[in-house]
Nanobody, 123 residues
Framework: QLQLVESGGGLVQTGGSLRLSCAAS????????IGWFRQAPGKEREGVSC????????NYADSVKGRFTISRDNAKNTVYLQMNSLKPEDTAVYYCARSNIFRRCVPFDYDYWGQGTQVTVSS
């Protein structure tokens, strides 16, 4: 059964850090670009950061550049999102998803999604 499972979310104070994990089962993650997306209440889902299948290319939303780092360990079939200097506006449900192409970090390009993990940053 194909699955993407996010973990690592939680409640953190402003300025704190979290590391999200996206673990794949049922398929080899190394064939796919992987993206992290988030959706806050009342807002559209947006791209946070995406990484190519080999890990050599990444992109980030302007709002998280310099604070978030995406990485992948294909041997562990897992992609990570290290989030530092968190702000209240980072509060959202975070999703990971896979794509056959690495082009734009937009939900339209990604076809298989996890269930999400909640990140809440208190002020």
């Amino acid at each position: 059964q194909l699955q993407l499972v996010e973990s690592g979310g939680g409640l953190v104070q402003t300025g704190g850090s979290l590391r999200l994990s996206c673990a794949a089962s049922g398929f080899k993650l190394n064939y796919y670009a992987i993206g992290w997306f988030r959706q806050a209440p009342g807002k559209e889902r947006e791209g946070v950061s995406c990484i190519s299948s080999g890990g050599g290319s990444t992109n980030y939303a302007d709002s998280v550049k310099g604070r978030f780092t995406i990485s992948r360990d294909n041997a562990k079939n897992t992609v990570y999102l290290q989030m530092n200097s968190l702000k209240p506006e980072d509060t959202a449900v975070y999703y990971c998803a896979r794509s056959n192409i690495f082009r734009r970090c937009v939900p339209f390009d990604y076809d298989y999604w996890g269930q999400g993990t909640q990140v809440t940053v208190s002020s």
